[in-house]
């Protein structure tokens, strides 16, 4: 046998190969194991990102080489790095991607820690919505990402997050318990030898999100063993206090031990504060659909647009998100209705016919023992929002509605002036509304 090529004979070699495919090296922009990822560019001077494998410094063979080419391929979805070209010449794998013009997202942790300063959550959030949008597509299709890392989600100058790196994916029906992947970002079953499943992948999603807020990892270590220690048994992370409660919960749900306690990437993309993002999201993307028509945003969104058939049948068990609780409330489907927008009714709110679209942001199906709020299970609920104005009987006026669902600490004179634009009930008392809400808030 032959030895190995140099590298400066590889790179030749490398250069070469992409010429001949009308692609020009560039410069060297990353590189991982056996891999180096380099800036190419097209004769019509579109840059794009190629994979180098040399198959002579890797126990890989051309199958294994070609996998995460086959995969990327199957893949179509705006957050995700869209596949362009691969093929294989004398030893050497290229895969053809698109540039992210703004780098990986670990750099732009990295520098906003060296100007100490916090990134703004409406932009977590939106990175975040982009994620996880790209995850459940990923897992819609029973893949494992298994390396999701700020490292594998690159950014754009649009402002958008795309997913990359699936080296490493397998089926989710995979039984193997190898331990690939980076160790901050293991889950703890797979530590404990469990096999990788979607829900490790959310645990990984708990640690990016915690990272992007707090600008460091949740569980750090100077080894894989005091790392994956820190990770089975040690104590939660305090997550900074300049950012909302509801991204506090949404983390550590995230970063829930036990996996089957932990959320999907579904489940999170029903939350309210998420869904408002993902809808933007959309309209963003429509704009998009001349430049790039080959998306289709249903199942590129997976479900954004929610399917124009009924979700829910009479019998179901969901959770009902109730404005005035801020939480989300068990109930049963007790009627249905095949009609236009296929509305249904649940038994928190008899008589009371809930619209597509607001079981679309409001309504789940139930998923036993996890919740995304503190209630106490022992203490009674209610439900008296004013998600549905066309109920019957003794649905609260909507100024009432807007009382009792405002917790903000806004000064009482605002709230007062905010209520009198509404018609309220003859001899209903503003100030003593005011009060109540006020007090139930604290």
């Known amino acids: ?253 995230l970063l829930e031990r036990n996996p089957e306690n932990r959320p999907s990437a579904g489940d999170v993309l029903r939350l309210p504060e998420i869904w408002a993002v993902r809808e933007q999201l959309l309209q963003e993307q429509a704009l998009l659909q001349e430049e790039q028509p080959e998306w289709n945003l249903d199942p590129g969104f997976g479900g954004l647009q929610p399917p124009r058939s009924g979700r829910f049948e009479v019998g179901d068990l969901v959770e009902y998100y109730s404005l005035t609780n801020c939480q989300w409330l068990p109930a049963a489907v007790i009627s249905t209705a095949d009609l236009g927008e296929f509305p249904v009714q649940i038994d928190l709110k008899p008589g009371v016919w809930i619209s597509f679209e607001e079981q679309s942001s409001r309504m789940r199906h139930r998923k036993e023992d996890v919740s995304f709020d503190d209630s106490d299970p022992s203490e009674p609920q209610s439900v008296s929002d004013d998600a549905s104005t066309e109920a019957p009987g003794n649905e609260l006026e909507p100024a009432v509605a807007l009382a009792t669902s405002t917790t903000s600490t806004t000064d009482e004179v605002e709230f007062i002036a905010e209520l009198k634009k509404h018609d309220l009930p003859e001899g209903l008392d503003i100030r003593n509304i005011g009060r109540s809400c006020r007090t139930s808030a604290a």
């Not at 100007?115 to 919505?129: A, D, G």
């Not at 293991?186 to 999100?209: A, K, N």
């Open 1 to 253: 046998m032959g030895s190995a090529p140099s590298t400066a004979e590889s790179g030749d070699t490398t250069r070469a190969i992409l010429a001949e495919r009308g692609w020009k090296k560039m410069k060297r922009i990353g590189q991982g194991g056996s891999a180096k990822a380099w800036l190419v560019e097209s004769a019509g001077e579109k840059q794009a990102v190629c994979k180098v494998v040399d198959l002579s410094k890797t126990d890989d063979d051309d199958a294994g080489a070609f996998k995460e080419a086959t995969l990327l391929a199957s893949l179509h979805h705006p957050y995700i790095v869209r596949y362009r070209d691969s093929f294989c010449t004398d030893g050497i794998v290229c895969l053809i991607m698109d540039f992210c013009d703004a780098g990986e997202l670990a750099k732009q942790i990295r520098r906003t820690r060296r100007k100490h300063e916090k990134l703004p959550e409406k932009l977590v959030l939106r990175w975040f919505t982009q994620a996880m949008l790209a995850l459940k597509y990923v897992h819609d299709k029973h893949i494992v990402h298994r390396d999701l890392k700020p490292g594998n989600l690159f950014l754009t100058k649009r402002g958008s997050i795309q997913l990359g790196d699936f080296g490493i994916a397998t089926s989710s029906t995979s039984d193997s318990t190898i331990k690939n992947g980076t160790p901050y970002y293991i889950s703890p079953e797979v530590w404990e030898g469990e096999p990788f499943t979607t829900s490790s992948d959310v645990w990984s999603m708990g640690c990016i999100l915690f990272e992007i807020c707090a600008l460091q990892v949740p569980f750090p270590g100077n080894s894989a063993p005091e790392i994956a220690k820190r990770i089975c048994q040690g104590s939660m992370p305090s997550f900074p206090d300049c950012y909302s409660d509801f991204l506090r919960k949404l983390c550590l749900q």
